[in-house]
């Protein structure tokens, strides 16, 4: 029987792909093809299929793996009847209650009247530090002036 897979080449860390025809029980990489349908590029998300050709073999059997489906979906190949296509996965993110997007909007809001707090309450000690040296001189000229009646 045979299969429409993809085939991994690429340099370490740089991955490119063949979509390839090949028999079922050859291993992908043991690089027996019976013909080569086209590439695609994960980085850049290109893919380049001979379409005639895939249609010509998916057309006599040949089974498509989920990813091939989804890349040939993608690429306009129409795909028989047979062919299931992949269930899309239902995607959740771990520990969303540490994400910011998902954090409740409150802290924000505190946050945002703490900085508005803290300038007055600078101005606030500022004003009683004015305050004091006045009062000082005050009581000091009131001591001064009853000195100067006991003379």
């Not at 989920?66 to 890349?71: E, I, T, W």
């Not at 969303?96 to 300038?119: F, G, I, L, Y």
């Not at 004091?132 to 005050?138: H, I, L, R």
Request: charged content about 35%.
């Amino acid at each position: 029987m045979l299969v429409i897979r993809m085939q991994r080449t690429g340099r370490k860390g740089h991955a490119m792909f063949r979509v390839v025809v090949q028999d079922s029980r050859q291993a992908p990489t043991s690089g027996k093809v019976v013909v080569r349908l086209g590439s695609y590029d994960p980085h850049n998300k290109t893919a380049t299929l001979d379409k005639e050709k895939a249609a010509f073999y998916l057309e006599h059997g040949a089974q498509p793996s989920p990813r091939v489906v989804r890349l040939l979906g993608s690429e306009g190949v129409k795909l028989p009847s047979w062919v299931k296509q992949p269930a899309d996965k239902e995607r959740t993110v771990r520990n969303a209650d540490k994400r910011r997007s998902t954090r409740p909007e409150e802290p924000a809001e505190e946050v945002a009247e703490a900085p508005a707090e803290t300038p007055a309450t600078e101005e606030a000690a500022t004003e009683e530090v004015a305050e004091t040296p006045v009062a000082e001189a005050a009581v000091t000229a009131e001591e001064d002036s009853d000195s100067e009646k006991e003379a």
